[in-house]
């Protein structure tokens, strides 16, 4: 069983950075995709970032630039470098870690963090 834990989240004014982790317990020896996806009030979950084992990389238009996901493979943890926020950057993140690019019922999500960008 894995098991995820982020943290990274907080509260920032527009134009500041954030650097958000998760950090995977367990055997992860099945994992091919890390994601982090977002879900704003009243809004649905959204994917913000994925990355592969083979290191393909996907980000929604809104953060092309401004974020990055990376991963430490010796310390099972992926991260998301956010930089030039913005008021509507402000959700609840999740870290996904799968087997397959697309969201299945066996994956493995994070508690979530919380983002807030004030203007």
């Known amino acids: 069983q894995v098991q995820l834990v982020e943290s990274g989240g907080g509260s920032v004014q527009a134009g500041g950075s954030l650097k958000l982790s998760c950090v995977a317990s367990?055997?992860?020896?099945?994992?091919?995709?890390m994601s982090w996806y977002r879900q704003a009030p009243g809004n649905q979950r959204e994917l913000v970032a994925q990355?592969?084992?083979?290191?393909?990389?996907y980000y929604t238009d809104s953060v092309k630039g401004r974020f990055t996901i990376s991963r430490d493979n010796a310390k099972n943890t992926v991260y998301l470098q956010m930089t030039s926020l913005k008021p509507e950057d402000t959700a609840i993140y999740y870290c996904r870690l799968g087997r397959y690019w697309t969201v299945r019922d066996d994956d493995y999500w994070g508690q979530g963090t919380q983002v807030t960008v004030s203007s």
């Open positions: 367990g055997s992860i020896t099945s994992i091919n995709t």
């Open positions: 990355m592969s084992t083979a290191r393909t990389t």
